[in-house]
């Protein structure tokens, strides 16, 4: 799941649901498996497939008029209980980018921890965005991670989104905390020398 973030630029799957919980987003029977593997197959797994496992036709991970590495969701994403294995499904399903107005501060947290970037956006820009994608599935936006912009293609309009500085870094040169550590390992050495 470890991937650098430059540009990303992508058609988007528009979920405009708001108050979307961590167990909408997978479902607790699936919470048993500690291994990070197959999760993506179970993103929104209620809404996604009947209780026969058929697909819902009308939901929109079913629908192959909207594709693409970015979800556009309503605002308060993510919200619930703490459990990091909806980060694993979302990353696992192979979204990069979360598009939302609000995001509960510990999933945005793993979100960042697993690679997927949570962009906050206005909740005008955000309507704008569910307006474009309805209008033309096929519209992309572009995020700009070392510049901090997300760019509706298809209106031309741009906001800057904030992030951790050191969250940047890590996606930028796609680095978990532990990679991050050992790249600083003679830094830290360094210090401790000094500082003993």
């Known amino acids: 799941m470890k991937q650098k973030f430059d540009i990303i630029r992508s058609t ?32 929104f797994r209620d809404w996604r497939y009947h209780n026969d496992g058929t697909p819902v036709k009308d939901f929109v991970l079913n629908d192959p008029t909207y594709s693409g590495c970015i979800l556009v969701a309503g605002k308060n994403f993510g919200s619930g209980s703490s459990r990091e294995h909806a980060a694993w499904a979302i990353a696992g399903y192979g979204f990069r980018v979360v598009i939302s107005s609000f995001f509960a501060d510990i999933h945005k947290n793993n979100e960042l921890n697993n690679f997927v970037l949570p962009v906050v956006v206005t909740e005008t820009f955000l309507a704008e965005l569910f307006a474009s994608i309805a209008e033309n599935p ?13 760019t509706n293609m298809a209106t031309g309009r741009k906001e800057r989104f904030e992030i951790n500085g050191y969250k940047k870094h890590c996606l930028i040169n796609g680095q978990d905390d532990i990679d991050f550590l050992i790249q600083s390992r003679q830094l830290i050495e360094k210090w401790e020398q000094q500082n003993n």
Not at 16 to 23: G, I, Q
Not at 24 to 32: D, E, G, M, T
């Open 138 to 150: 096929r519209m992309e936006v572009e995020v700009d991670l070392p510049r901090q912009t997300v």
């Open 12 to 43: 988007c799957v528009p979920l405009p649901l708001e108050n979307v919980d961590t167990d909408q987003i997978i479902p607790a029977r699936y919470l048993k498996a500690t291994d990070k593997e197959g999760f993506g197959q179970n993103l």
